[in-house]
């Protein structure tokens, strides 16, 4: 195990009724607020109702901005700053899913910013202070209410960029698993993948002795395994609900990756490459590559995935090579996913071989991608291959 600090600086409000500390909250900042939110699912299912409760039960003065796209795109991102630096605001509260939270976290960076906030998400400048930012969660995925990463979209130059800055953790979210009874299969399917992907990704890594970490990540999975389908078969149960928000917090907060390498993450950059093109959802793009990734990554090292199919699929290794045991447990991976009605090739998106140099290019954003197995331009290839169909 690798020496660490470990600190998170988000205050969670979890459960039920929890909107009501949003008030308490406010007492934090001024009252001078830019409400972001997507599509107006929030309006159609009673949050935004909810939230403007509470802001204006304290006088607070309110700029929306509505409309941030799924992939969150960097011109939303410039108006929210427009909007934060027009209108003097004091806090930023995004209400939707990771999109919305990620949006918003550039936002508050670049207030403070005079150059192009581009050059903060690519890396080229460090920002140096942010305007506060607070959440409600409606969306259990990407685990961005309590992380201080933010991935965004320049859709001028396709090209789909993670980033992190101490300053982008939230003040506070708030974490309501009713507000999450209203998301659709899909996105639910979606972001239960996501999640379990930020878990896998942290799994793979090099660093030795990290029986209670890699514990950890055994017990996100089962517990999200074990959820799921209970989940699905009624959207609007809260407890499932409860179960699967938290795990989605959990999964990406800093705490399961605390004295390892922090993992492998090539897949998320090979996704982004996709979805930087063709915009297809986040979860749905990972559904596709993390099982072929494996299937790479276990041609030469089998080990962590034999390690995942015993103690996570409960796969017999009796009598079995390591790599047999292996490509079980991605195998088991896959059959899930797809039971959840998950795809499985990007031909569900209308993707084909025509541009693959192009998503091949477009995955090394960074100057290389893998730390469990560094890839190369011909790995990327042969991963984008194996996902075709």
């Given at each position: 195990?690798?020496?660490?600090?470990?600190?998170?600086?988000?205050?969670?409000?979890?459960?039920?009724?929890?909107?009501k500390?949003?008030?308490?909250?406010?007492?934090?900042?001024?009252?001078?607020?830019?409400?972001?939110?997507?599509?107006?699912?929030?309006?159609?299912?009673?949050?935004?109702?909810?939230?403007?409760?509470?802001l204006?039960?304290?006088?607070?003065?309110v700029?929306?901005?509505?409309g941030?796209?799924?992939?969150?795109r960097l011109?939303?991102?410039?108006?929210?700053i427009?909007?934060?630096?027009?209108?003097?605001?004091d806090?930023?509260?995004?209400?939707?899913?990771?999109?919305?939270?990620d949006?918003?976290?550039?936002?508050?960076i670049?207030?403070y910013y005079?150059g192009?906030?581009?050059?903060?998400i690519t890396?080229?400048?460090?920002p140096?202070?942010?305007?506060?930012?607070?959440?409600?969660?409606t969306i259990?995925?990407?685990?961005?209410e309590?992380?201080?990463?933010?991935v965004?979209?320049?859709?001028?130059r396709?090209?789909?960029?993670?980033?992190?800055s101490?300053?982008?953790?939230?003040?506070?979210?708030?974490?309501?698993?009713?507000?999450?009874?209203?998301?659709?299969l899909?996105q639910?399917?979606?972001?239960?993948?996501?999640?379990?992907?930020?878990?896998?990704e942290?799994?793979?890594?090099r660093t030795?002795?990290?029986?209670?970490?890699?514990?950890?990540?055994?017990?996100?999975?089962?517990?999200?395994?074990e959820?799921?389908?209970?989940l699905?078969?009624?959207?609007?149960?809260i407890?499932?609900?409860?179960?699967?928000?938290?795990?989605?917090?959990?999964?990406?907060?800093?705490?399961?990756s605390?004295?390892?390498?922090?993992?492998?993450?090539?897949?998320?950059?090979?996704?982004?490459?996709?979805?930087a093109?063709y915009d297809?959802?986040h979860?749905?793009?990972?559904?596709?590559?993390f099982?072929?990734w494996m299937?790479?990554c276990?041609?030469?090292d089998p080990s962590?995935?034999?390690?995942?199919?015993i103690?996570v699929?409960?796969?017999d290794?009796?009598?079995?090579?390591?790599?047999?045991?292996?490509?079980e447990?991605?195998?088991?991976l896959?059959?899930?996913w797809?039971?959840?009605g998950?795809p499985?090739?990007?031909g569900y998106?209308g993707?084909?071989?025509?541009?693959?140099?192009e998503?091949?290019?477009?995955?090394?954003?960074k100057?290389?991608?893998?730390?469990?197995?560094?890839?190369?331009r011909d790995?990327?290839?042969?991963?984008l291959i194996?996902?075709?169909?």
């Amino acid at each position: 195990m690798q020496s660490f600090i470990q600190f998170n600086p988000t205050r969670l409000w979890f459960g039920v009724g929890q909107i009501k500390q949003l008030q308490q909250e406010l007492g934090n900042t001024g009252k001078r607020v830019l409400l972001v939110y997507g599509g107006g699912s929030i309006r159609r299912n009673g949050v935004y109702d909810a939230v403007m409760k509470q802001l204006l039960d304290r006088q607070a003065i309110v700029v929306e901005m509505s409309g941030v796209e799924p992939n969150p795109r960097l011109t939303t991102v410039k108006k929210g700053i427009e909007l934060c630096r027009v209108n003097q605001i004091d806090l930023i509260l995004a209400v939707g899913g990771g999109s919305v939270i990620d949006c918003a976290k550039a936002i508050s960076i670049g207030v403070y910013y005079d150059g192009d906030v581009w050059d903060i998400i690519t890396r080229k400048a460090e920002p140096q202070e942010a305007l506060p930012l607070g959440t409600v969660l409606t969306i259990a995925a990407t685990g961005s209410e309590m992380n201080n990463i933010s991935v965004i979209t320049n859709w001028d130059r396709n090209e789909k960029r993670g980033w992190s800055s101490p300053l982008a953790y939230p003040a506070f979210s708030i974490l309501d698993p009713a507000y999450t009874t209203t998301v659709p299969l899909d996105q639910t399917v979606y972001g239960i993948v996501d999640m379990m992907s930020h878990v896998l990704e942290q799994y793979f890594h090099r660093t030795e002795h990290t029986p209670m970490m890699d514990r950890f990540m055994e017990a996100v999975l089962l517990t999200v395994m074990e959820a799921a389908p209970k989940l699905l078969s009624n959207l609007e149960d809260i407890e499932h609900r409860a179960t699967i928000m938290y795990a989605g917090t959990t999964a990406f907060n800093g705490l399961l990756s605390c004295g390892t390498d922090g993992g492998d993450w090539a897949s998320h950059q090979i996704e982004h490459g996709l979805s930087a093109v063709y915009d297809i959802p986040h979860g749905g793009g990972l559904a596709i590559v993390f099982p072929n990734w494996m299937m790479h990554c276990a041609e030469d090292d089998p080990s962590r995935m034999k390690k995942l199919a015993i103690s996570v699929f409960g796969i017999d290794a009796t009598g079995k090579t390591d790599h047999e045991v292996a490509l079980e447990g991605i195998q088991a991976l896959r059959q899930f996913w797809d039971s959840l009605g998950a795809p499985s090739q990007l031909g569900y998106y209308g993707i084909d071989d025509q541009r693959i140099e192009e998503l091949v290019h477009k995955s090394f954003m960074k100057s290389t991608i893998g730390q469990y197995k560094v890839m190369t331009r011909d790995t990327v290839r042969d991963i984008l291959i194996r996902s075709l169909a």
